[in-house]
Structure formats: structure tokens, C-alpha cells
């Protein structure tokens, strides 16, 4: 389903999610999570973003089933390192590589990914200063 242009404001945290099925589910989920959350705060009265958001919704209960002996899915302050540690591992990584003067796709990708993974921690609630 084609996500409603009221909703344009997730379309980058639901692509990190897709980007990162196979390769961290967590990830996934929680940016779906977060989009999720972000579009019920966007729009959830017209029918598209309704029928989109109740998708979304129904995907984010079967990966909660699938994922339910994973500590970071089921205990939130493990969900929360786990995001965070991976952010800063994405950031920790485009930053090294731009401090040694090697500028390219996968850098700047992996700034901003982690930009977004840092949006995602508000689904743990307030962010602390740290």
C-alpha cells in the first residue's frame, strides 16, 4: 500500500525499517514503531492513513510475535540500548570515515541513518541530555 501523502514525514524511518528486515529486526521494528507512532500524531482520521496506519499496525503485532524471545522487543530498557548503541555505532562509523578525509554514499547514509535512529529513542519516552 502507498503511503498517504499526509503520512510523507515517516517515509524515511519506514525505509531504515525495511532496510534493516534481515539485518537488525529490532531496528525494524522500532522505526516502524516510531512511524507508527509519528503517523497516528500526523493523521489518523482519513481513510487512507487510517487504512495505511492499521497495516502498519497488524505488521508490528506479527513482528512482535516473531521477535518474542528477544530481550530488546519485550523489555524496553534493553529495545532502548539496543537503538542507541546501534546509532552511535552508525555514527561512530561515518564519522571516522569522514574525519580521514574518505567522503562517500555509505557515509553520509549512515549519518543520517543514525539521525533517525535518534528520532526513534522517543518512543522510550523523554531523550536525556547524554
Request: proline share 2%; hydrophobic share 40%.
Amino acid at each position: 500500500m502507498a503511503l498517504p501523502a499526509q503520512l510523507k514525514a515517516i517515509q524515511h524511518h519506514l525505509r531504515t525499517a525495511q532496510e534493516h528486515e534481515e539485518r537488525d529486526p529490532v531496528v525494524a521494528y522500532y522505526c516502524r514503531l516510531y512511524a507508527m507512532q509519528t503517523g497516528m500524531k500526523l493523521d489518523s482520521k482519513t481513510p487512507d492513513c487510517r487504512k495505511f496506519l492499521v497495516k502498519l499496525m497488524d505488521q508490528l503485532e506479527s513482528m512482535k510475535k516473531e521477535l518474542n524471545d528477544n530481550d530488546s522487543i519485550t523489555q524496553e530498557v534493553v529495545g532502548n540500548a539496543h537503538i542507541e548503541n546501534y546509532a552511535l555505532k552508525m555514527f561512530l562509523y561515518a564519522d571516522n570515515e569522514d574525519r580521514a578525509g574518505r567522503f562517500h554514499k555509505n557515509m553520509i547514509k549512515s549519518f543520517y541513518t543514525s539521525s533517525l535512529l535518534l528520532d526513534v529513542l522517543s518512543v522510550f519516552g523523554e531523550l536525556s541530555e547524554e
